[in-house]
């Protein structure tokens, strides 16, 4: 059973930046795609950023477009999402997910993630 963990989360102004890492067990590392979703106070869970399973494709949301990076580690079985330039808007609680995805799935939908972490907390103040 795969397990998902993440960790990094916590309270910091905007323009700052902010690492918050998945560790992956209980399962092929790579046999699974990666994702990062996040859910706002009163808003739907919403899709961040996906890695493919070797790490050599990334999708991301319009919203995070160049301010975030998702990366993957293969000697650590961990994912990282790399936060720069964060708005108070960005203030979420933070979920990886991991699914069997290849070319062609629907990336952003989490209906495509069969496992989720229990997230970690990222608050942005003004």
């Known amino acids: 059973q795969v397990h998902l963990v993440e960790s990094g989360g916590g309270l910091v102004q905007a323009g700052s930046s902010l690492n918050v890492s998945c560790a992956f067990s209980?399962?092929?590392?790579?046999?699974?795609?990666l994702g990062w979703f996040r859910r706002a106070p009163g808003k739907e869970r919403e899709w961040v950023a996906s890695i493919n399973w070797r790490g050599s494709t990334t999708y991301y949301a319009d919203s995070v477009k160049g301010r975030f990076t998702i990366s993957r580690d293969m000697a650590k079985f961990t994912m990282n999402l790399q936060m720069n330039s964060l708005k108070p808007e960005d203030t979420a609680v933070y979920y990886c997910?991991?699914?069997?995805?290849?070319?062609?799935?629907?990336?952003?939908?989490?209906?495509?993630?069969?496992?989720w972490g229990q997230g970690t907390q990222v608050t942005v103040s003004s």
């Open positions: 997910a991991a699914g069997a995805l290849q070319v062609g799935s629907n990336w952003p939908s989490s209906d495509e993630y069969d496992y």
């Open positions: 209980g399962g092929t590392f790579t046999s699974y795609a």
